[in-house]
C-alpha cells in the first residue's frame, strides 16, 4: 500500500503555476479510447491499496492506483465481487481509471453499472484541494451526486484519489448457453428473455451465435437448461472475459474505426451497418464503420441512444456523442467549477472542453 496524495497534490499546485496541463494516468489501459491526450503526464500506479473493506456491509474502499485484479482477489475471499464487471486488461487496469472511463461489462442491463455502485469518492481539483464526495455506507443522500459524475468523466473534472464502493455477493452457479441465430432473431429473443424469470446476468450475439448467461441457485439454472434447451459453452469465464477486456476476434485491429453505439434493446439490427457484436441484451451494438461520427450518432438517437468511436483512425476528431448547445455549457460550467485553469485532461473527451474553453474560448 502507499499514499502519494501529497506528491499528486504538489503536481497539481505547480501546474497551476506553470499552466502545464496534465495526462492522468492510471494503468495506461484504456489509452486507446477518446482523443489525444495532450499534457505532462501524472502517474496513479503507486498510490495503492485496499483502505478499508466490510464484507458484511458489502463496501469496499481503495485507492485509484490499487489493480481490478487486486480488489477482485480480495472479494473472492468472501465470494463477493464487483459491480459491473470492470475489464481488468491482463491485470494492469486501475479502479480510478475504471471509474474514470466508466465502462462496464455484460452484467451492466443486470446487475448495474461500475458507475451505480459508487457510494463516494475522493478527488484533487483544479485548486490543489482534496475534497471528499458522498461516504462509505450505502445511506448516504446529502448534497448532489458529485461522485458518480466522475463516472466516464476521463478525468476533466480532477484527479481520482480514492473510491468507495458497494459489492455484490457472487451467484452460486453460472452457466451460458449457446444458440445458432441470426442477428435479428437474436436480438428479438435477448428482449424476450431480459423481461422472463430467467436468471440472466449476460447475453450476447457475435458471428451467428447467440450467448445467454444465467446466474444464480444451482436449481434455478438446471430449470432454465431444462426450458432453453441450448448448447453449454465450455470455458465460459474466458468467453466473456474476451469480450469485457477487448480480446475476442471481433476487436482485433482493422483499418476502420470501431463505433459503440447505445441503443434501445429493442432497436432493430442495422445490417448495412456491416460486422456487428451486439452485447447487453441489444443495448449495446459494436461495429466497424467508415461512416462519419455525425451519421451514426443521429442513427443512434432515433434509438434514444448514442455513438461512440472507440478506437477512431484521427485522434484528433471528435469521438464522443455531439452535445446540445444547453449540455455543452453544463459540461463546460462543471469544467470550470472544478478545474478553472483546465489543466485536467483537455480535450480528451471534446475539443471544447479543452484548454481554449478556460479562457471563454470555444475550440471545436
Same mark, same amino acid.
Given at each position: 500500500?502507499?499514499?502519494?496524495?501529497?506528491?499528486?497534490?504538489?503536481?497539481?499546485?505547480?501546474?497551476?503555476?506553470?499552466?502545464?496541463?496534465?495526462?492522468?494516468?492510471?494503468?495506461?489501459?484504456?489509452?486507446?479510447?477518446?482523443?489525444?491526450?495532450?499534457?505532462?503526464?501524472?502517474?496513479?500506479?503507486?498510490?495503492?491499496?485496499?483502505?478499508?473493506?466490510?464484507?458484511?456491509?458489502?463496501?469496499?474502499?481503495?485507492?485509484?492506483?490499487?489493480?481490478?485484479?487486486?480488489?477482485?482477489?480480495?472479494?473472492?475471499?468472501?465470494?463477493?465481487?464487483?459491480?459491473?464487471?470492470?475489464?481488468?486488461?491482463?491485470?494492469?487496469?486501475?479502479?480510478?481509471?475504471?471509474?474514470?472511463?466508466?465502462?462496464?461489462?455484460?452484467?451492466?442491463?443486470?446487475?448495474?453499472?461500475?458507475?451505480?455502485?459508487?457510494?463516494?469518492?475522493?478527488?484533487?481539483?483544479?485548486?490543489?484541494?482534496?475534497?471528499?464526495?458522498?461516504?462509505?455506507?450505502?445511506?448516504?443522500?446529502?448534497?448532489?451526486?458529485?461522485?458518480?459524475?466522475?463516472?466516464?468523466?476521463? $478525468?476533466?473534472?480532477? &484527479?481520482?484519489?480514492?473510491?468507495?464502493? !458497494?459489492?455484490?455477493?457472487?451467484?452460486? *452457479?453460472?452457466? %451460458? @448457453?449457446?444458440?445458432?441465430?441470426?442477428?435479428?432473431?437474436a436480438i428479438r429473443r435477448m428482449r424476450d428473455l431480459s423481461v422472463s424469470a430467467h436468471p440472466l446476468s449476460a447475453?450476447?450475439?457475435?458471428?451467428?451465435?447467440?450467448?445467454?448467461?444465467?446466474?444464480?441457485?444451482?436449481?434455478?439454472?438446471?430449470?432454465?437448461?431444462?426450458?432453453?434447451?441450448?448448447?453449454?459453452?465450455?470455458?465460459?469465464?474466458?468467453?466473456?472475459?474476451?469480450?469485457?477486456?477487448?480480446?475476442?476476434?471481433?476487436?482485433?485491429?482493422?483499418?476502420?474505426?470501431?463505433?459503440?453505439?447505445?441503443?434501445?434493446?429493442?432497436?432493430?439490427?442495422?445490417?448495412?451497418? $456491416?460486422?456487428?457484436? &451486439?452485447?447487453?441484451?441489444?443495448?449495446? !451494438?459494436?461495429?466497424?464503420?467508415?461512416? *462519419?461520427?455525425? %451519421? @451514426?450518432?443521429?442513427?443512434?438517437?432515433?434509438?434514444?441512444?448514442?455513438?461512440?468511436?472507440?478506437?477512431?483512425?484521427?485522434?484528433?476528431?471528435?469521438?464522443?456523442?455531439?452535445?446540445?448547445?444547453?449540455?455543452?455549457?453544463?459540461?463546460?460550467?462543471?469544467?470550470?467549477?472544478?478545474?478553472?485553469?483546465?489543466?485536467?485532461?483537455?480535450?480528451?473527451?471534446?475539443?471544447?472542453?479543452?484548454?481554449?474553453?478556460?479562457?471563454?474560448?470555444?475550440?471545436?
Amino acid at each position: 500500500m502507499a499514499n502519494i496524495t501529497s506528491n499528486l497534490i504538489e503536481q497539481v499546485n505547480d501546474a497551476i503555476a506553470d499552466k502545464t496541463a496534465l495526462n492522468l494516468i492510471g494503468g495506461n489501459t484504456k489509452h486507446f479510447i477518446g482523443r489525444q491526450p495532450v499534457g505532462q503526464a501524472v502517474s496513479l500506479k503507486n498510490h495503492t491499496g485496499v483502505i478499508s473493506y466490510r464484507p458484511s456491509e458489502l463496501v469496499v474502499t481503495a485507492r485509484a492506483g490499487t489493480t481490478i485484479a487486486e480488489i477482485q482477489a480480495q472479494l473472492a475471499n468472501n465470494n463477493q465481487t464487483l459491480v459491473g464487471e470492470p475489464p481488468a486488461f491482463n491485470g494492469k487496469a486501475t479502479l480510478g481509471g475504471s471509474v474514470a472511463a466508466g465502462i462496464s461489462g455484460a452484467s451492466r442491463p443486470f446487475w448495474g453499472s461500475l458507475r451505480d455502485a459508487i457510494l463516494g469518492v475522493k478527488l484533487i481539483n483544479g485548486y490543489g484541494e482534496h475534497l471528499r464526495f458522498g461516504g462509505q455506507v450505502m445511506k448516504n443522500v446529502a448534497g448532489y451526486d458529485v461522485s458518480r459524475l466522475q463516472a466516464g468523466a476521463f $478525468g476533466a473534472f480532477g &484527479i481520482i484519489t480514492e473510491v468507495s464502493l !458497494r459489492v455484490r455477493p457472487k451467484s452460486e *452457479s453460472t452457466t %451460458t @448457453l449457446v444458440f445458432e441465430c441470426g442477428a435479428a432473431s437474436a436480438i428479438r429473443r435477448m428482449r424476450d428473455l431480459s423481461v422472463s424469470a430467467h436468471p440472466l446476468s449476460a447475453s450476447a450475439w457475435c458471428s451467428g451465435q447467440l450467448f445467454i448467461r444465467l446466474s444464480g441457485s444451482q436449481l434455478a439454472i438446471n430449470h432454465c437448461i431444462e426450458t432453453l434447451g441450448g448448447e453449454r459453452l465450455e470455458n465460459q469465464d474466458l468467453f466473456w472475459r474476451s469480450i469485457r477486456n477487448f480480446r475476442h476476434p471481433f476487436f482485433a485491429h482493422r483499418a476502420q474505426p470501431l463505433y459503440r453505439l447505445s441503443l434501445s434493446p429493442a432497436a432493430p439490427h442495422y445490417e448495412q451497418l $456491416g460486422d456487428t457484436l &451486439i452485447d447487453w441484451a441489444g443495448g449495446v !451494438r459494436w461495429v466497424y464503420s467508415e461512416r *462519419s461520427l455525425s %451519421t @451514426l450518432a443521429n442513427l443512434a438517437a432515433l434509438q434514444g441512444g448514442h455513438a461512440t468511436c472507440y478506437r477512431p483512425i484521427d485522434r484528433h476528431a471528435e469521438c464522443f456523442h455531439p452535445q446540445s448547445d444547453t449540455a455543452k455549457r453544463i459540461h463546460q460550467n462543471l469544467k470550470m467549477a472544478f478545474d478553472p485553469h483546465s489543466l485536467f485532461n483537455p480535450g480528451r473527451m471534446y475539443s471544447w472542453l479543452g484548454r481554449d474553453e478556460a479562457q471563454g474560448g470555444n475550440s471545436q
